[in-house]
């Protein structure tokens, strides 16, 4: 069983669906369903069952498709606030300042810093 993303005309994704696995009946499946193929296994570029990574992340709805990300291209998340850079190695946002170890943080994009939520 393999996962298909389809994509709108700013490879924006709409819809993810399951489907055939690819190369099953000698059929391209990606051109078949006219999706791409996404793996649920896959999260900022690691296996969870420690397989082969495919195309960074897990689709899901509103991800952008990334053609040049790595050699299959790769899902990205939206960007969850405007001073955020992808890191291009794992397909993930990654703040201006490391997240602190210890304890509970949520993002102030005002300050461009973490604040510790209150237990």
Do not use: C, K
């Not at 999260?43 to 082969?52: L, Y």
């Not at 050699?71 to 001073?83: A, I, K, N, R």
């Not at 190695?89 to 209150?118: F, I, K, R, Y």
């Amino acid at each position: 069983m393999a996962h298909y993303a389809y994509l709108d005309e700013n490879n924006i994704v709409t819809q993810v669906t399951v489907g055939r696995d690819e190369g099953e009946e000698g059929v391209d499946w990606e051109q078949y369903y006219g999706a791409v193929r996404t793996s649920y296994n896959t999260h900022a570029n690691e296996h969870a069952a420690g397989g082969r990574p495919f195309r960074f992340n897990y689709a899901g709805i509103g991800y952008t498709f990334d053609p040049t990300l790595g050699p299959d291209g790769g899902f990205v998340p939206p960007q969850p606030f405007p001073s955020w850079t992808l890191n291009r190695g794992n397909g993930t946002w990654q703040a201006p300042t490391p997240m602190p170890p210890q304890g509970d943080w949520m993002w102030d994009e005002d300050t461009l810093s973490w604040v510790e939520v209150a237990s």
